[in-house]
């Protein structure tokens, strides 16, 4: 079986899950789709751009101020040529890189929502683990140096699946009975580990990933 079957297992069963427990006055009845931004940080983030991502919550369990639920999601960030060119680290010699790739990212977490017993807007505060699958694809590329010399890239891809949990906060806004805005704001903790490693003719072994994240979102969160 390959990557992208283990991740639609996963996600298949996962949906099946929650919608298959049952109903009871302990247990929620709904689901939150978000979408929005992905900001690469941490280590090497300044090589990839600005990525997008789209998650769905399924609530487990419920209380008068908490809510257990299961994150399940996808988000897609590429590497950005105008950074490599721009960096004294990997452009030390001025030359011009032209290469591309992207890191696909499929969290599947549990977690936890924390927020106030009130009516009307209700800002909260959360904390999500698990695991985070991550496909890298690099599609290979040239580097070319000012006197004309051009080192050739191989294209490679990797499949991972990395622990990591991120915080939350936000709001949620009263749309109309059973429907609510969610804004939010989330950091993603993932392991470091090597996601691209540019390899080919006459091309040192250069070493680009990165392992956190920032994600801006918004969505709605309904009951049914």
């Avoid at 683990?129 to 490679?156: E, H, I, L, R």
């Avoid at 499949?159 to 969610?182: C, H, M, T």
């Amino acid at each position: 079986m390959n990557s992208r079957s283990i991740v639609l297992s996963i996600i298949v069963f996962c949906l099946l899950m929650c919608f298959a427990h049952p109903a009871s006055a302990q247990t929620g009845t709904g689901a939150t789709v978000t979408a929005g931004a992905l900001l690469p940080s941490g280590k090497y983030g300044e090589y990839f751009s600005t990525g997008y991502g789209i998650n769905a919550g399924f609530p487990i369990a419920t209380a008068k101020t908490t809510v257990w639920h299961v994150l399940i999601g996808y988000g897609r960030i590429s590497l950005d040529n105008t950074a490599l060119n721009e960096s004294d680290a990997y452009n030390s010699e001025q030359g011009n890189y032209d290469v591309s790739g992207a890191i696909r990212i499929y969290p599947l977490l549990l977690g936890i929502t924390f927020f106030p017993d009130r009516e009307g807007a209700k800002p909260y505060g959360l904390l999500d683990f698990g695991v985070y699958m991550v496909s890298a694809k690099f599609n290979g590329g040239t580097y070319t140096k000012p006197d004309g010399t051009q080192s050739v890239f191989s294209s490679s891809s990797q499949f991972r699946a990395e622990p990591g949990l991120n915080l939350g906060i936000g709001a949620l806004l009263p749309l109309s009975p059973g429907k609510l805005l969610d804004l939010g704001v989330r950091y993603h903790f993932v392991k470091d580990s090597q996601y691209s490693n540019f390899t080919g003719t006459g091309a040192t072994s250069t070493y680009v990933g990165f392992s956190q994240y920032f994600s801006l979102s918004v969505g709605l969160e309904f009951s049914y």
